[in-house]
DNA sequence: GTCTGTATCAAACGAACGTTTGAATGTCAA
DNA sequence: TTGACATTCAAACGTTCGTTTGATACAGAC
């Protein structure tokens, strides 16, 4: 047994490794057999505790995914309890340091941004889940903290347009690392997340239709 | 013989089936028996003509993917040519509408960055050459008609930082089409297209640190 | 001890995979 | 008509896939 498997069952195992191989090759790239293996764990194990691997895909994302997804909107609330107030400026700025240096290691982030990728090229029954349980909400939350310092005349659509942004950009910038790396022309390091997360404040919020009084 | 393939070459079929196909589910979950059933070849057919799978693919993308990328750049070109300058809301509007609205068909358009995000998420050979011959260029480009519109002060990876912003939303307003749609609640109409690049220019132009003489 | 249920195991199942083969086509110059 | 070449075809190759099976080990209850 390799160090970090002491004392875990089976079926966490059998989770863990599934997370990280369906992570970074997809769903159909990885086999049973590669994931029974990586959990030191007999084939057949898969079918005992999940039934078959569809359903253990399933169970990996409700169980480990979603409970992460959590940690990060439990993240961006202390962020914005610890500021003075609920300006887009502290909105903006707690949201992006929730995702970007928040309560995830850097291997935790990666793992979390390729699996909801994936379920948006390709989705699975999963989606329905994420989108419904974790999407819907932040997005509507952060509409309505956004919404009283907009101007008047903006609709729902464009204030969800700005939210949306938001994520697009903190959803490339944890994805896609690889080609950002090339381009920016070195590694993700910690410096790097700070500039990011002050460019994306920067950013967002100059490009939102604030009200001039609300910073 | 389907309509649409009277007048055509089994390689020319076996790539645009191939395309859509490796668009929609990705590699590893498209068969070779299901590319050439959908081309109407003999399964044979992929091996003849590109040697294995994997060649298929890489032809694929030299081919159509690449081809298809100079057709938007070059969109974007005639599109910044009509301007009157090439101020930064010019060139984000000319770049915003040659990807959201530029020369190719909706499905075209899905394909397009499905495929890209693919090969962002699970790099192959075609990624390489994605980043050296289409992305870097670009950026470059674009980053060079920002620069003397910027403050002093702003250094390379600042103004590459807000060019990868925009290409984010692009990225994600095309290829998340679904929980957006979900989100919003309607669908991807014309009308939607033209307030997503309205949203895209108006966002990314106020979230650029500019000169203040340079719109 | 015996029984019961849980968990793990090696081995095998049928199906689908990518690839190869060799014969059967069609085409066109000699 | 013949020969050379390009293309298509049905059939089979060996491998890997997800899943199933039946035996085995081991715990705690009676």
Redesign the interface.
């Known amino acids: 047994m390799s160090p970090d498997n002491k004392g875990t069952t089976t079926r966490e195992r059998l989770l863990k490794v599934a997370e990280t191989l369906f992570a ?3 769903y ?2 990885v086999s049973v057999r590669e994931i029974t293996n990586a959990a030191h764990c007999n084939l057949a194990a898969v079918n005992y505790h999940f039934g078959n691997k569809k359903t253990l895909y399933l169970h990996m994302f409700r169980e480990r995914w979603m409970s992460r997804a959590q940690r990060i909107r439990a993240c961006f609330g202390e962020n914005l309890a610890h500021c003075a107030d609920t300006s887009p400026a502290s909105v903006i700025k707690s949201l992006a340091e929730a995702l970007i240096k928040g309560p995830l290691t850097d291997e935790e982030r990666l793992r979390h941004f ?1 699996l909801i ?2 379920e ?4 699975t029954e999963a ?1 329905e889940i994420v ?1 419904e349980e974790t ?2 909400p932040s ?1 509507e939350g952060l509409e309505q903290l956004f919404r009283p310092c907009l101007h008047e005349g903006i609709d729902e ?2 204030t ?3 939210v ?2 938001i ?3 903190v ?3 944890n ?2 690392r ?3 790396s ?3 022309g070195h590694a993700y390091d910690e410096p790097f997340k700070d ?2 997360v002050q ?2 404040v ?8 604030l009200k001039e009084n609300t910073l």
Request: zero cysteines; proline letters at 6%.
């Open positions: 970074q090759k997809g159909d790239a390729q990728i994936r948006m090229t390709k989705p989606f989108v999407m819907k997005f659509e464009r969800l347009l700005n949306l942004s994520f697009s950009m959803l490339y910038f994805f896609a690889l080609p950002v090339k381009i920016i500039r990011l460019h994306i920067q950013f967002s919020l100059s490009g939102m239709p």
